[in-house]
C-alpha cells in the first residue's frame, strides 16, 4: 500500500513560482507522476519521473515546471515556475509500482495510487 500526501498549493500571481511536495510512505521503486484537473477539466499529466531519475513533461509545462524527487526523504516535487493562469487546477501526485513509466503516463489508469490533491490558483 502506498500513501501519498500533497502539500504546497497556495494563491499567485502570474509569473510567479510554486513547489509543490508529494510525501510517500512506499519506498520501493516507483513511477511517479504530478496530474492536474481544472473546473470542468479532465485530469491531465503533468510530468512524471521514473525510478531512475528520467523525466518527461506535458508540451504544456515543459521548460517551466521541474519534477524531481528525494529518494532518502520519500518525497516527489513539483516546482512551478513563470506561472500562468491557465495552471490553475487541483494538483495530485501519484504512483504507480514499477521503476519504469509507460508510454502512455499521461492516462490516470496507469498509477494505481493518488494523494488528496492540493489547489494551485494563479491570478493574472
Known amino acids: 500500500q502506498v500513501r501519498l500526501v500533497e502539500s504546497g498549493g497556495g494563491s499567485v500571481q502570474a509569473g510567479g513560482s510554486l513547489r509543490l511536495s508529494c510525501a510517500a510512505t512506499?519506498?520501493?521503486?516507483?513511477?511517479a507522476a504530478w496530474f492536474r484537473q481544472a473546473p470542468g477539466k479532465e485530469r491531465e499529466g503533468v510530468a512524471t519521473?521514473?525510478?531512475?531519475?528520467?523525466?518527461t513533461y506535458a508540451d504544456s509545462v515543459k521548460d517551466r515546471f521541474t519534477i524531481s524527487k528525494d529518494n532518502a526523504k520519500n518525497t516527489l516535487y513539483l516546482q512551478m515556475n513563470s506561472l500562468k493562469p491557465e495552471d490553475t487546477a487541483m494538483y495530485y501526485c501519484?504512483?504507480?509500482?514499477?521503476?519504469?513509466?509507460?508510454?502512455?503516463?499521461?492516462?490516470?489508469?496507469?498509477?494505481?495510487?493518488w494523494g488528496q490533491g492540493t489547489q494551485v490558483t494563479v491570478s493574472s
Open positions: 519521473i521514473a525510478s531512475d531519475g528520467r523525466t
Open positions: 512506499y519506498s520501493r521503486r516507483i513511477c
Open positions: 501519484a504512483a504507480r509500482v514499477r521503476a519504469d513509466c509507460p508510454d502512455t503516463w499521461r492516462s490516470e489508469r496507469e498509477y494505481q495510487y
